[in-house]
Nanobody, 120 residues
């Protein structure tokens, strides 16, 4: 059983920063590729970022590339998403996900989500 819990969401002005955290409850995350998705009201869930099990490879959606950074600390069973230069279009519920590899993180486990609101 794998349980993921996101935290760190909130409200911020455009141009500000937030750091999202995802912590595992139960067994370690070290065997999983990890990532983040987001979903705005009335829209489909979209991919944001992914990181390999060892942290050596990362992938980002074009919309966040250069602004967001994904990282992980396996010893803490934690995955992070540092979000800088936030824009109103980043407003969404952000979900942590885990899967067998970077290409399949959306087919594994999900957290409950954390709200990020960016105002102009």
């Amino acid at each position: 059983q794998v349980q993921l819990v996101e935290s760190g969401g909130g409200s911020v002005q455009a141009g500000g920063s937030l750091r999202l955290s995802c912590a595992a409850s139960g067994r370690t995350l070290s065997t999983f590729a990890m990532g983040w998705f987001r979903q705005a009201p009335g829209k489909e869930r979209e991919f944001v970022a992914a990181i390999s099990w060892g942290g050596s490879s990362t992938n980002y959606a074009d919309s966040v590339k250069g602004r967001f950074t994904i990282s992980r600390v396996n010893a803490k069973n934690a995955v992070y998403l540092q979000m800088n230069s936030l824009k109103p279009e980043d407003t969404a519920v952000y979900y942590c996900a885990a899967g067998n590899n970077m290409a399949t993180i959306g087919q594994g486990y999900w957290g409950q989500g954390t709200q990020v609101t960016v105002s102009s």
